[in-house]
Structure formats: structure tokens, C-alpha cells
């Protein structure tokens, strides 16, 4: 990555500020940027001013579960890599999910996705970089 690149920035929600800061704390060592809430409708709110490149969300979490924030994600970021991790994974797969891990999460498992999601050739950050381009 060159210094001109920005650092990918990566949303991380999940009701426990502990997991949040873990998983964050994890992100900054791999070289990201992360962006966190610990629940749906602020994780929405925060991707409306700041853009992320990928979520990293939990499945059971009060009010909002992942599985609608996930499919409020889709919605509104179509292209968005989203990954669920999950102490009690579902049975079936939730669309707009790209990638399920159960808890405990292996990280290395993690960062592999999160690095083949954000490679440049995915179509969702080709188009990205199109639009930047144009600026």
C-alpha cells in the first residue's frame, strides 16, 4: 500500500464493547481503519456519514440482530463485504452474509477474507475506486 492510499476502513458491531475493542484492536495491527457500534440503528447511522469498506458484524445482539442489519447493509451499500460471527450461528444462511464464523472466531480465518474481500479486482471496490477516480 502506498501513502497516498487510504486504509480500508472496517464497521465492527457487536454489543459487548469488549469484543468491539478486541476486534478493533486487531484491525489496527492488520492495517485498517476501524469504525465500531454496539448496536444496529447506531452502526446505520455511523455508515451514513462514514463510509466503510467492509462490516464485521455479530448476529445476536438486542433490538436489531445482524441478520437486519445486515440486510439493511445490502440495501444501502449493495457491494459490501459483510462477515457475521456468531456464539449461536443460524441454521441457514442469511442472505446479504457473505462469510458465517462461529465464536470463537479464529482471527488468522478473518484477515484472510477481510484481505480477499478488499482486494481491488472485487467488484464492489472496482466500482468504488471508478467513482474516486473521477475526482
Same mark, same amino acid.
Given at each position: 500500500?502506498?501513502?497516498t #492510499? %487510504? %486504509?480500508p !476502513? =472496517? &464497521?465492527?458491531v457487536d454489543d459487548?464493547?469488549?469484543? $468491539?475493542?478486541?476486534? $478493533?484492536?486487531f &484491525? &489496527? #495491527?492488520?492495517?485498517? #481503519? /476501524?469504525a465500531?457500534?454496539?448496536n @444496529?440503528?447506531?452502526?446505520?447511522e455511523?455508515?451514513?456519514d462514514? *463510509?466503510c469498506?467492509?462490516?464485521?458484524i455479530?448476529?445476536k445482539m *438486542?433490538g436489531?440482530? @445482524?441478520e437486519e442489519?445486515?440486510?439493511?447493509? %445490502?440495501q444501502?451499500h449493495p457491494?459490501? *463485504?459483510?462477515?457475521? =460471527?456468531?456464539g449461536? +450461528?443460524?441454521?441457514?444462511?442469511? +442472505? @446479504?452474509v457473505d462469510?458465517?464464523y +462461529?465464536k /470463537?472466531?479464529? /482471527?488468522?480465518?478473518?484477515?484472510?477474507?477481510?484481505?480477499e474481500? &478488499?482486494?481491488?479486482?472485487? +467488484?464492489?471496490?472496482?466500482? %468504488?475506486? #471508478? !467513482?474516486l477516480?473521477?475526482?
Amino acid at each position: 500500500m502506498t501513502t497516498t #492510499q %487510504k %486504509k480500508p !476502513r =472496517i &464497521l465492527v458491531v457487536d454489543d459487548e464493547p469488549a469484543i $468491539c475493542w478486541m476486534t $478493533c484492536e486487531f &484491525l &489496527l #495491527q492488520w492495517n485498517y #481503519q /476501524p469504525a465500531f457500534a454496539t448496536n @444496529g440503528p447506531d452502526a446505520l447511522e455511523l455508515v451514513a456519514d462514514l *463510509p466503510c469498506d467492509l462490516a464485521l458484524i455479530d448476529f445476536k445482539m *438486542p433490538g436489531m440482530n @445482524g441478520e437486519e442489519l445486515a440486510t439493511r447493509l %445490502k440495501q444501502r451499500h449493495p457491494g459490501m *463485504p459483510i462477515i457475521m =460471527i456468531s456464539g449461536c +450461528p443460524p441454521a441457514a444462511d442469511i +442472505p @446479504g452474509v457473505d462469510k458465517l464464523y +462461529p465464536k /470463537p472466531a479464529n /482471527p488468522d480465518e478473518i484477515r484472510s477474507f477481510i484481505e480477499e474481500s &478488499l482486494a481491488l479486482d472485487t +467488484p464492489f471496490h472496482a466500482m %468504488k475506486a #471508478q !467513482r474516486l477516480s473521477r475526482f
